[in-house]
T-cell receptor, first 113, second 113 residues
């Protein structure tokens, strides 16, 4: 069965520091991978997605993610975090043979000035 | 272009009352979804409609019913609300099920007393 694991429930970084949020998935078929961001009191917004091709994908707000098939991972990165990046981040996986996405439980990012 | 809209934004119910959450999308998407979000549990799929005329149970369907009224609208009904249904409810839509980006509404915050 499909599953998504976000091992870090809560991460705190200083503004300007680099960031990496981890996501591991379990699925036999070719995965379709997504990262979403949720600001407080808001719905989820797509940051980036990976379907095929280049394993390093660029998204909005300066985020990028790298698909590593051998590690079943799709980690989200940002070189320099801004205070406005404080939010909750969700990784999700889908596939051609399913009708739905499976979401991880989320990582809450706190940014200190 | 409003995207995905949800009504109401907030609702307080007493145990045993019924209500319907409304969702509409203007992107001509085929697939629509209802999730609930609870602290520490991420997003859990309640029901979904992969295409107009079909509905299927998700991970946590008990206590809920849905109607895909037409291609634009997908409603979620609580027949007899319970305190365990206190949550934030999100509607989402995508062009195709399983592999496509889901676009989320702003959410409905429901409290059941």
């Amino acid at each position: 069965a499909q599953s998504v694991t976000q091992p870090d429930i809560h991460i705190t970084v200083s503004e300007g520091a680099s960031l990496e949020l981890r996501c591991n998935y379990s699925y036999g078929a070719t995965p379709y991978l997504f990262w979403y961001v949720q600001s407080p009191g808001q719905g989820l917004q797509l940051l980036l997605k990976y379907f095929s091709g280049d394993t390093l994908v660029q998204g909005i707000k300066g985020f990028e993610a790298e698909f590593k098939r051998s590690q079943s991972s799709f980690n989200l990165r940002k070189p320099s975090v801004h205070w406005s990046d404080a939010a909750e981040y969700f990784c999700a996986v889908g596939a051609m043979d399913t009708d739905k996405l499976i979401f991880g439980t989320g990582t809450r990012l706190q940014v200190f000035p | 272009n409003a995207g995905v809209t949800q009504t109401p934004k907030f609702q307080v119910l007493k145990t045993g009352q019924s209500m319907t959450l409304q969702c509409a999308q203007d992107m001509n998407h085929n697939s629509m979804y209802w999730y609930r979000q609870d602290p520490g549990m991420g997003l859990r799929l309640i029901y979904y409609s992969a295409s107009e005329g079909t509905t299927d149970k998700g991970e946590v369907p008990n206590g809920y019913n849905v109607s895909r009224l037409n291609k634009r609208e997908f409603s979620l009904r609580l027949e007899s609300a319970a305190p365990s249904q206190t949550s934030v409810y999100f509607c989402a839509s995508s062009e195709f099920p399983g592999t496509d980006t889901q676009y989320f509404g702003p959410g409905t915050r429901l409290t059941v007393l």
